[in-house]
């Protein structure tokens, strides 16, 4: 859905996989992508959040993780 710039569409999908698989991470991940391309960079680190307290070990959220905090200024 990225590339159609559909991105709450991709976020309501991603929320109807967490409503049926709570601990799958990439769908917290993924989710947390769409809220960054969306400029929601807070919400966006809450579910790069939810992704690492499920899969610690999970480098791209660490890194996402980082560049919102960096957009948001909080370096």
Known sequence: MRRLDR???AIASYDKAI????DYHEAWYNRGDAL???GRYEDAISSY???LEI???YYAAWNNRGVALRN???N
């Open 55 to 57: 899969k610690p070990e």
């Open 19 to 22: 409503k049926i698989k709570p």
């Open 7 to 9: 991105y709450e569409e």
């Open 36 to 38: 960054f391309n969306l």
């Open 49 to 51: 959040d939810k992704a």
């Open 72 to 74: 948001l200024g909080r």
